[in-house]
């Protein structure tokens, strides 16, 4: 093990997973059967942080649609269905992401926590063979609370120092982010920041202490550095 980085929890749609245009189209064809249109910009610009229900919730309320939380419920399903069919089709993973995973696993305990449904990213991590690799997944529903709640990020940090069987140092472990709500969560559960600029600009991935490109970018060194 690197003597001063502990651990590293990867977001996982945005960072691992270049699934984020996958997950609007299936939003956009979900939506198309209520009527409702939703592009680019406005996804990216306002809902990417969000798991599915926080998504449905927050657009509900910017658009005053008075939708039950059983038809919430119904189209987090229809999405699900339509991202499924959409996954089985395109190659997923960014460029050298599955390699940075493997040279980082071989060195430090890894986790995801992720807004993305557990059956996806399980799916996604084993196609690729990753699937055994991460010491912990954490995925939507597993915190009474998403990003940028830190409760994803807390959780994962619990389970890494369960795993490990002894004190991890939060300043140790290291977040991997693609956007400002991840990177909130990552900052309040009082971990190391790093943002990738995948999805949003340098200037918009506020509150990270390191932007790089990608994992293509990225070295351990990078975050021993970080870390030290």
Known sequence: MTSALQAIVFDFDGVIADSEPLHLKAYQQALAEDGLLLDRDEYFARYLGYDDVGMLQALARDRGLAWTDRHITALVARKGTKLQALLEGDEVLFPGAAAFVRTAAAEVPIAIASGAMRHEIVQI???????????????????????????????????????S??????????????????????RGAGLRCVGVTTSYPAAELTGAELVVGGLTALTLSMLEQLVT
């Not at 991590?125 to 690799?133: E, F, K, N, Q």
Request: glycine letters at 8%; charged letters at 25%; aromatic letters at 6%.
């Open 125 to 163: 991590v084993r196609a690729a063979g990753l699937g055994d690799l991460f010491t912990t997944i954490v995925a939507s529903g597993d915190t009474p609370e998403s990003k940028p709640s830190p409760a994803p990020y807390l959780l994962a940090f619990e389970q890494l120092q369960q795993a």
């Open 165 to 186: 069987g002894r004190p991890l140092d939060r300043r140790r472990c290291v977040a991997i982010e693609d956007s400002v709500w991840g990177l909130e969560s990552a």
